[in-house]
């Protein structure tokens, strides 16, 4: 018969307390239950633990020794169990997020880690490009920003959709004029088309493409220079519109939008940290398209 560490902690918790009745209502069960479970363990230890009267109890000299050997380490483990769930509430140390390099440059992700920065000062940011789905327990990342059309690594992670990315044809005035203003998805064909990884994967197949980058700035400088037709976010647009001779392509449909999900390895034994930058993501983000 095997000694049960819980009935070892049972026996720790009469010893401190006491008595059964006092261990008993620390440990939440029954006194006679407690009496029981210390019988087990010294029938499973061949030996006798305590001396018991009707006014106290004692430990016999097995038990006295057992107590010294078994009472550091179980300090120990309740020390550690301590620790971690106070690390689970802490603002301290790293929070590390993997995003995808089309994304950094919204400046709404700027203002988000500013606030959280201001009122967790404590915390340090590991901000990881991620071209694909993370594993997430794996890497040690606490939450992946990524479109959704990217398979999540792992069934089990949560993945939550909060914001839609609203895109558009952009060109400069001087191009228009020297190839034309498409006005349909089909006049695209005949042009030199610029986009992200992302926005390709939503367009037809056969569509050519001119320039297929993840770096959104990289394919905005070439439609500033005028080397083509640029689907890029509005809202990265409208950012430098004033500076630029971008003129937005009104096509008879609208372009697709990029949707973003924020993944995260479990809901239930979130750090606190995490939690509040879920937060401020979906408070920011919260009804606002860009």
Do not use: W
Request: aromatic share 8%.
């Amino acid at each position: 018969m095997k000694a049960s560490l819980d009935d070892v902690y049972l026996f720790m918790l009469v010893v401190r307390h006491g008595g059964f009745s006092a261990a008993a209502q620390a440990a939440g069960l029954q006194r006679s239950r407690v009496s029981r479970r210390i019988q087990a363990l010294e029938q499973s230890l061949g030996c006798e633990l305590l001396v018991r009267t009707t006014r106290q109890i004692s430990l016999t000299e097995q038990g006295a020794r057992f107590f010294d050997e078994v009472n550091q380490p179980l300090m120990s483990i309740g020390q550690s169990i301590r620790a971690v769930r106070t690390s689970q509430k802490e603002f301290e140390g790293r929070l590390k997020i993997a995003i995808t390099a089309p994304l950094i440059g919204f400046e709404l992700f700027t203002k988000i880690i500013d606030e959280y920065s201001e009122s967790h000062p404590g915390i340090a940011f590991d901000i990881v490009q991620r071209h694909e789905s993370a594993d997430l327990k794996q890497e040690g990342i606490d939450l992946q920003v990524q479109p959704d059309s990217l398979p999540v690594k792992d069934d089990g992670y949560i993945q939550q959709t909060f914001l839609d990315v609203r895109c558009s044809a952009y060109a400069t005035e001087a191009y228009i004029e020297k190839y034309g203003l498409p006005k349909t998805l089909p006049d695209l064909y005949s042009h030199s088309l610029m986009v992200s990884r992302y926005v390709a994967s939503l367009l037809p197949d056969d569509l050519p493409l001119k320039v297929c980058s993840d770096e959104l700035r990289l394919i905005f400088s070439l439609a500033v220079q005028g080397m083509g037709i640029a689907i890029l976010p509005d809202r990265l647009v409208s950012g430098t519109t004033g500076h630029t001779n971008l003129y937005k392509i009104a096509l008879e449909k609208p372009m697709p939008s990029i949707r973003l999900t924020l993944v995260y390895p479990t809901r239930e034994y979130m750090p606190e940290r995490t939690r509040v930058m879920l937060s401020l993501i979906n408070k920011h983000f919260k009804q606002v398209k860009i």
